[in-house]
């Protein structure tokens, strides 16, 4: 492939992503940001790189490709990588049920796992409540990675290792052909920042919203993606070798993420959750665990979409979170230490937005709360596509 001036708007994992996957294969690339370093939903998470939670097939196969990224990567940069793997928990006979059918599949989808009873789970960690603990799910793919940290840590190693040039605050106000090439025919672009410079590229990749929301309304009015806002919370432990070992996920879990949907008995936990606790469906509220490098453990979330959504959090939903955090997990204290929101862009169907709305230019966005499992993967596809 001939050697590009690639321009990226946005420094979030997205945005990352693709200045990695695009530098690698030997191109000039320089990535523009609108804050002084990554803030928004690349931050905001619980640093899950989590491939039990993408259907199998292609999407499961992708977030491995993601994994196997974040490790080569962790190598290299000197950034934080757990192999942390994951227990889905079961408190409730029909979870429990569940468990077991996807296990009996498991091996057919290619999603390595095994069923563990409550002792082999608390061998695994301290962290589960043995209270109505039925048995549980591990999954050996996951790993745990420091969101605040990773996100802002990868732009001294993008430029050290590959060259890539990084603008912060610098907001892009207009992406147009450049003047003087025949319409349609030529794939050079001019990008003007606020400041009025204005520099030349070959091809320029859209990773963030807030761009795409000044910059080419018309695409983001037809592209189907929602906004979404979920709550987050954060313990700090007061002994900091208490160790939580795996991700922790509840059987609310179960009805959140895609794969689990090739079981039937999925819809005997969806109705009993309907019906027993309709506050969590309205808040789209599952609860999970993780630690940090730093040992705080992270809790959450909830999902608010489109038009539901408010500046404001709500004091409702962090009780709840707490409330269904206490039936399935026991943690040292419950002191909260931090409070956040995050908002990202979900398509409905799609496991991200694409678009190429000039010769070009494509927008690349609206990978909804999995961007930092799959980020790294679909961004190897995109570039290897254009390759092919």
Partial sequence: MIQEHVAIIGAGIVGLAHAWSAAERGHAVTVFERSPRASGASIRNFGMVWPIGQPHGELFQTALLSRNRWLQVAASARISVRESGSIHLAHQNDEWDLLQEFAAVANDLQVPCQLLT?????????????????????????????????????????????????????????????PGSAAGTSATLLLTTSDGTRRCFDRIILCCGAELHALFPTELAGSGLVPCKLQMLSVQLPDPTWQLGPHLASGLTLRHYRLFEVCPSLA??????????????????????????????????????????????????????????????????????????????????????????????????????????????????FWNQLEA
């Avoid at 695994?124 to 209270?131: E, R, V």
């Avoid at 790993?143 to 732009?155: I, K, Q, W």
């Avoid at 705080?296 to 269904?324: C, M, Q, T, V």
């Fill in 268 to 381: 005997k936990v969806r109705a009993r959750i309907a019906a027993d606790s309709p506050e969590l469906d309205r808040f789209g509220i599952h609860v999970m665990a993780s630690q940090n490098n730093h040992g705080e453990i992270i809790l959450g979330d909830s999902h608010e979409y489109g038009n539901d959504i408010e500046p404001f959090d709500k004091a409702e939903i962090d009780r709840l979170i707490l409330r269904e955090l206490q039936k399935v997990f026991q943690l040292p204290t419950w002191t909260i230490a931090e409070h956040w929101h995050g908002i990202y862009a979900k398509h409905p169907r799609l496991p991200v937005f694409q678009s190429t709305p000039l010769p070009g230019l494509h927008i690349f966005t609206g990978t909804g709360g999995a961007g930092m499992t799959m980020s790294f993967g679909l961004a190897e596809h």
């Fill in 118 to 178: 409550p002792d082999q789970i608390h061998q695994l960690t301290p962290g589960a409540n043995p209270a109505g603990l039925r048995g549980g799910l591990h999954s050996f793919s996951e790993l745990c990675v420091n969101p605040r940290e990773a996100t802002r840590s990868l732009p001294a190693w993008l430029c050290e290792r590959f060259g890539v040039q990084f603008h912060f605050q610098a907001p892009v106000t207009a992406v147009e052909p450049l």
